[in-house]
C-alpha cells in the first residue's frame, strides 16, 4: 500500500519562503503523476500542482505560478514544492497526492503552512 508522507509546514512571515516535501513508500510512483492541493476551512480543496511521472510536464494553479515550483526525484521517490513570496492566503493544509490511472488515489495526511502577514 503506498503511503505519502509531508514534511517541512510551518509558520512563515509574507514574502517569505518554505519547502515543502513529499516521501512516498509502499511502492513507486515512477508512473503517477504528483502533486500538491491545499484546503482552508470551508472551502473546497484546491489543485496546486503537479508533475508527471517523467517530470517533463508540470501544471500549476494560476495563482502560484511564479512562485511555486514543483519538482521529483524518482530515485528517492520523493515530490517537493518550493513556494516563495509567501502571501497571507496561502496559509493552508497542504496535501500530497499521487494517481493510481487518472484518479489521485493515493493521499499523505498534510502539513499545515501559516503566513502571517
Known amino acids: 500500500q503506498v503511503q505519502l508522507v509531508e514534511s517541512g509546514g510551518g509558520l512563515v512571515q509574507a514574502g517569505g519562503s518554505l519547502t515543502l516535501s513529499c516521501a512516498a513508500s509502499?511502492?513507486?510512483?515512477?508512473?503517477?503523476?504528483m502533486g500538491w492541493f491545499r484546503r482552508t476551512p470551508g472551502k473546497e480543496r484546491e489543485f496546486v500542482a503537479s508533475v508527471s511521472g517523467t517530470g517533463g510536464s508540470l501544471y500549476y494553479a494560476d495563482s502560484m505560478k511564479g512562485r511555486f515550483t514543483i519538482s521529483r526525484d524518482n530515485a528517492k521517490n520523493m515530490v517537493n514544492l518550493q513556494m516563495n513570496n509567501l502571501k497571507p492566503e496561502d496559509t493552508a493544509v497542504y496535501y500530497c497526492?499521487?494517481?493510481?490511472?487518472?484518479?489521485?488515489?493515493?493521499w499523505g495526511q498534510g502539513t499545515q503552512v501559516t503566513v502571517s502577514s
Open positions: 509502499g511502492g513507486t510512483l515512477r508512473g503517477s503523476t
Open positions: 497526492a499521487a494517481t493510481f490511472g487518472y484518479e489521485w488515489k493515493y
